[in-house]
Every structure is written in structure tokens, then in C-alpha cells.
């Protein structure tokens, strides 16, 4: 399953802007299609609403055996559910999608808001910084929809497979990101009432879709609202080194699953100089043979007003 990366730097890169359909064109680029030297994910986009470009439309991961094929529905028309306008876009999960915005389950509830996808802070043609990390059945999504310099400034999210603790869990699918208009980090807000974080299934395979809890690893913050602010020194003086730790996904007091792709930082990265927005290294010890991408945006402080994370760009996504 190999990792790829694009940036909105890539040549040949579409445009994220607050115009209505540009993030289906972004997904569609990375997910289906390819764009420049850039090829795509392995994802098809089953259903639009006839548009060209599209501004509603599913994408499906690849196939795999004994598991489902999962939909993201994206609804970039500029009128979601929340009252937004054209900088926005809402999104949902589904299983067994049979059209458009119709199948067996949506998660979040079809008749609910989805999750909110902040694309610029203005509605207009200005271009927006964007990088999506991600496999054949999942992804992670950084979109820098504002300028300034605070935790406001850009979002992270998710949609595809989570790791499962459960050898027969094959419903281990989340949408994972932002639940207000405001401009907040999306996944990368250590406050879950401001995350939408979904699964269409439990572990035992009852019906969903079903909330669950994102368990940062101790030490990730200090009090702050935004990852990026460990507890431990950077670099760690007996080692000289950094260390990172993967996110567990708690549902009704069990271990479901762990996050793939997306690794929290024990230390306080906010404040520290050498570590940079779209900074690259690899992994040591327990994590040789792993790459990395620096996602970091805010003010430079050791408050909530700075984010700071790495996303995986090896292909080791699902390697425990």
C-alpha cells in the first residue's frame, strides 16, 4: 500500500480557493486522477451531481478483500447545512453508498451536519496552501485557508481505515476533522467537542454511526487547545533525541483502533525554532525505515494559538 504525498507547491497542482467545487477538484487530482508527475491515490469517484467540475461527488477507496469499500460524500456547493458560504465545504462518510448522497449509512447521520471543511478565509480566487499525505484507503488532509499567524490560520483531517485492535473489526472506518464554522485546527484540536470523530459501525457490528474518543498520549500537552506542546524538553537531553506517539481511538470504553498516518509530537514543537511547517526526516530506534512530514502553523508559542504535528509519508501507515 504505497504512501504518496502532494502539495499545492507541486507543479501542475490544482487550486484550493474559497470558490465553490475547488476542494472536490484538490480530492479529485490527488484521489482519482493525478495531476503533473503526480500519480493518483487509486481512489474513483463513483457519483457527481453532473457538474464539470463537480460540486458534490463521492470518492471511494480501492478495493480490498474482506472489507468494505467506503465513500466520502463532499458537498462543495456553497450552501451547506451550517448556513456557510463558499469558503466552506461538509462532508460524510458512507458504507454501501448506492448514489448520490444515498446508501446504507452516512456517518455523521445524512440528515445531521458533516464534518466542515474550512478551504479560505475569504471567498474569492486567492490561492490557499494545501498538502494531502495518504494511501489507496485513507488520507490526511492540511488545508492553510487563512493568513495570520495562529492556531486559526489552518485544518487537519481524516477519512479511511484506522488500525483495528480487533482481528474480524472490518468496520474500522473514521471521518475525522472539524465541527464549527470558526476557523479551529480540525483534528488537531485537543477539544472533542469541536471534532467531528465517527465510525459507521461498532466493533461488535452494530449499526452506527457511532462517536468516538481521540486518547492523545500522555504528556502530548501542557493545558493547551491544539497539539504540538509536549511536556518533555526538545531535544531530549539524555538521548539527544525527539519522540513522536500515534493516537489511540477509544469507543465506549474499549480500545477500537489506532489513527494511522498522523503522529503527535512529546514535546513542545510550538516554541521550537528547528522544527518547521513541511520539514522533512526519519524515523530512529523503534521507528527506522519511517518518514515524516512536519505540519505546523500558528504563532510560534508554547500556547494553544500554534499547532504543531507530523504526518507519516512512508509506506508504513499501517505498520504497528
Known amino acids: 500500500m504505497p504512501t504518496r504525498m502532494y502539495k499545492s507547491t507541486d507543479p ?3 487550486t484550493l480557493r474559497g470558490q465553490v467545487g475547488s476542494l472536490i477538484s484538490v480530492l479529485r487530482a490527488c484521489l482519482v ?5 503526480n500519480p493518483p491515490l487509486g481512489w474513483s469517484m463513483p457519483y ?3 457538474n464539470n467540475p463537480p460540486l458534490r461527488a463521492h470518492f471511494r477507496q480501492a478495493p480490498k478483500t474482506g472489507w468494505g469499500q467506503y465513500d466520502l460524500e463532499v458537498k462543495d456547493d456553497g450552501s451547506t447545512s451550517l448556513g456557510a458560504d463558499a469558503s466552506f465545504a461538509e462532508a460524510w462518510g458512507w458504507a454501501g453508498a448506492t448514489g448520490l448522497a444515498a446508501g446504507d449509512l452516512a456517518f455523521p447521520v445524512r440528515t445531521a451536519e458533516g464534518m466542515v471543511h474550512r478551504k479560505s478565509a475569504t471567498t474569492n480566487a486567492t490561492a490557499r496552501r494545501w498538502m494531502l499525505v495518504g494511501t489507496d484507503r485513507s488520507f490526511i488532509f492540511v488545508a492553510y485557508h487563512a493568513s495570520g499567524g495562529d492556531w486559526a490560520a489552518a485544518e487537519a483531517w481524516f477519512f479511511g481505515d484506522i488500525i483495528p485492535v480487533g482481528p474480524t473489526d472490518v468496520w ?3 471521518l ?3 465541527n464549527r464554522l470558526q476557523h479551529f485546527p480540525g483534528m488537531a484540536d485537543l477539544l472533542d467537542t469541536r471534532v467531528v470523530a465517527v465510525l459507521p459501525y461498532t466493533f461488535q457490528g452494530a449499526t452506527g454511526p457511532v462517536p468516538f474518543n481521540r486518547v492523545w498520549p500522555a504528556g502530548v500537552s501542557t493545558g493547551d487547545y491544539s497539539v504540538g506542546n509536549g511536556s518533555f524538553v526538545y531535544p531530549n537531553g539524555p538521548d539527544g533525541r525527539g519522540y513522536i506517539e500515534r493516537v489511540l481511538v477509544i469507543q465506549s ?3 477500537r483502533a489506532v489513527l494511522p498516518g498522523f ?5 513542545n514543537w510550538k516554541s521550537a525554532s528547528n522544527i518547521l511547517d513541511w520539514q522533512t526526516f526519519d524515523g530512529a530506534g523503534d521507528l527506522a525505515g519511517r518518514s515524516f512530514i512536519v505540519a505546523k502553523w500558528g504563532t510560534g508559542g508554547t500556547g494553544h494559538g500554534t499547532v504543531a504535528f507530523c504526518i507519516e509519508t512512508s509506506d508504513t501507515w499501517y505498520v504497528l
Request: hydrophobic fraction near 40%; avoid cysteine.
Open 12 to 14: 501542475g497542482a490544482p
Open 33 to 37: 486522477d493525478g495531476f503533473g508527475s
Open 48 to 50: 457527481t451531481d453532473g
Open 172 to 174: 474500522a472506518v473514521a
Open 176 to 178: 475525522l476533522g472539524g
Open 253 to 255: 470504553g474499549h480500545l
Open 263 to 267: 503522529w503527535a509530537p512529546l514535546h
